[in-house]
Structures are given as C-alpha cells and as structure tokens.
C-alpha cells in the first residue's frame, strides 16, 4: 500500500502492452542506429517516430527534487513510481542493442556506400520536417522567421571544421554534456558535436581500447547534459509548444546540409575523414555507373520520405481509434 506521498508524487503513465513496449524497443533501436552517425540525430529519430516529448519529460523526471529525494534515501519503490521506468527501460534496451549490433553495419556503409545510407537517411530527415510541421495547427509569420533561424544556425553549425582540443578530464565531461544535448535536438547528432569537438575518433579509440576511465568521464558529462537539457526543452514544450517545434523544425532542415549525399572530403593530409571538412556536390552523370548511382540514391530518398509518411499515417489512426 503506497503513502500519501508516495501517491502525490507518482507519475502517470500510458497503459501500455507488452507489444507495445516491444514497439518501444524498436523505436530505440531507430534511434541507437542513428546516434552512431555522425550528423543524423536519435533526437530526430525519436520526433519522427513520435515518441520526443514522453522521452524528454521522463528524463526530466530523474532530475525532479521528489525523485532526487527518493533515491538518495534508497525508497526504491517511490523512486520507480515517480519515474517513467517501463519506457526509458525499453527505449534504452533498443540504444543499447542497436550500439552493439548495427555498429559495425553502418561503419561499413558509411565507407562503402555512403551515398546509399545518406540518401535514406536524406529523405528520413526531410518527410519528418514536413510531418512534424503538421503539430502546428495556425502557422504565423513569427514562426515562419523562428523556422527561419533555426535552420540557419543548423546549417551553420554542421558547416563548422572539426577542431583539436585537450583530452583532459574537464573538456571530456564537457564534451560529454555537450554531446548529449545534441544527442535529445532533432536536427543536430551528438557525435557530429565530438566530431566538432575533436573527440568522435578519440571516443571510438577508447571503446575499441577499453579505456573505461575516459567513457566513465563523457558518460558523467552526457548524463548530467541530458537531465539538465531536458528540464529546459520540456518546460519549453508545456510554455511556448509551436515556438519550441518550430525551433526543432529549422534544425532538422538546416542539417540536411550535413547528410547531403553527394559530398567531397577536403581533409587533413592524412586521410582521416572524422577530421575533415566535407564540400556538398551535385552528383555526376559523366557515365552509366553515375545515372545508375544517382536513380538508386534518388530511390533510397523516396523510400525514406515514403516510411516516414507511413509511420505518420499510422500513429494518426492511432490516435483516431483512441480518441473515437
């Protein structure tokens, strides 16, 4: 039998199913695959899908006094009650097995066909701009302008050279905080912020080499980013809802200059694409091999831009057959 504050503090949850979760799980694993990549965010992935808002207020959650107050007490059980455990659990178990599987299946795309993947994840990030636009009922001039501004900073951003930085223990809490708000804003990806950092490679050396004391420094870091970012976007979302989703619109539209498919690396001399700056191109017809190339990526565009207004679709008649 729960307390009266037990109660109080409790948070409401949405009766799901055990296929419900299991939905969760994949959404998850949607969003792990894209947090590997460098310029696609999970945070973009999670709007697409529809699940952005209960994952921002359930971190929120783990930030709140009550639950801060439960859990340094060890009150497990008031601590699961305010926390919106069963979702952050399914959602983390697909990050995580997404991490551990696709990992490998992506960093061999990602060098071997790079145009194919940035092409589907091209016409992911541009249908979900269209669809996520639609959560604003009366578009007006000032969201227009605010659209407006967060693509240009987007697009200035992801523009922006990878620098060299110190691999102290502060700039990796730092790096770490940085990355993880990136990591929860559609339109930016939290390993494009290490690339940006100085830090993608350094942080695929130190899993590859088990340095544990430099992951526990960037995990220290990107959890105390995520729970403090996410007190602001949620508060944003509750007090100024369409200014906030036209923010996220502009920033999911101005990174489409980072995964255009058809790009130019001008490096560092030494090959190293994580610190290079990349140049957008139009894609060549010269030959067959081109025409071939460019039909297929264009194809890859349409399937993206396609899924995602299936997945639109779908989560409409959800709503529909819950609200009827």
Do not use: C, H, K
């Given at each position: 039998?729960?307390?009266?504050?037990?109660?109080?503090?409790?948070?409401?949850?949405p009766t799901r199913s055990l296929k419900a979760y299991a939905g969760l799980t994949?959404?998850?694993?949607?969003?792990?695959?894209?947090?590997?990549?460098?310029?696609?965010?999970?945070?973009?992935?999670?709007?697409?899908?529809?699940?952005?808002?209960?994952?921002?207020?359930?971190?929120r959650t783990i930030g709140r006094p009550e639950f801060l107050s439960a859990a340094l007490r060890l009150r497990i059980r008031q601590a699961l009650q305010i926390l919106n455990w069963p979702f952050l659990l399914a959602v983390g178990l697909g990050i995580f097995?997404?991490?551990?599987?696709?990992?490998?299946?992506?960093e061999w795309l990602l060098?071997?066909?790079?145009?194919?993947?940035?092409?589907?994840?091209f016409g992911l990030v541009l249908a979900s701009a269209f669809t996520v636009s639609k959560r604003i009922p009366h578009w007006t001039v000032p969201l227009i302008l605010t659209t407006l501004a967060g693509a240009?900073?987007?697009?200035?951003?992801?523009?922006?050279?990878?620098?060299?930085?110190?691999?102290?223990?502060?700039?990796?809490?730092?790096?770490?905080a940085l990355a993880s708000c990136a990591m929860i804003l559609p339109g930016i990806s939290g390993a494009f912020i290490l690339v940006i950092l100085g830090k993608y490679a350094f942080i695929l050396n130190a899993v590859n080499t088990?340095?544990?004391?430099?992951?526990?420094?960037?995990?220290i870091g990107a959890a105390i980013g995520l729970i403090s970012f996410a007190q602001v976007l949620s508060w944003m979302f509750k007090q100024h809802h369409n200014l906030t989703v036209a923010v996220l619109i502009g920033l999911m539209l101005g990174s489409l200059r980072k995964i255009w498919p058809w790009q130019i690396a001008i490096g560092d001399g030494h090959g190293a694409e994580t610190t290079s700056q990349h140049i957008n191109i139009l894609?060549?017809?010269?030959?067959?091999?081109?025409?071939?190339?460019?039909?297929?990526?264009?194809?890859?565009?349409?399937?993206?831009?396609?899924?995602?207004?299936?997945?639109?679709?779908v989560a409409n008649l959800k709503e529909q057959v819950a609200e009827g």
């Open positions: 039998m729960t307390n009266t504050t037990e109660r109080e503090t409790a948070v409401a949850r994949l959404r998850g694993m949607a969003m792990g695959a894209s947090d590997i990549v460098p310029g696609v965010s999970g945070g973009t992935m999670a709007f697409i899908l529809g699940i952005y808002e209960e994952l921002i207020d359930s971190i097995i997404s991490v551990l599987t696709l990992s490998g299946l992506l060098v071997n066909q790079p145009v194919y993947i940035w092409s589907f994840f240009a900073a987007a697009y200035l951003l992801v523009g922006m050279v990878p620098a060299q930085t110190p691999n102290t223990w502060w700039f990796l809490i730092l790096s770490g088990r340095d544990l004391v430099s992951i526990g420094l960037l995990g894609p060549s017809l010269a030959t067959s091999a081109d025409v071939l190339q460019v039909v297929a990526a264009v194809a890859l565009m349409i399937t993206g831009i396609v899924a995602i207004v299936v997945l639109d679709r």
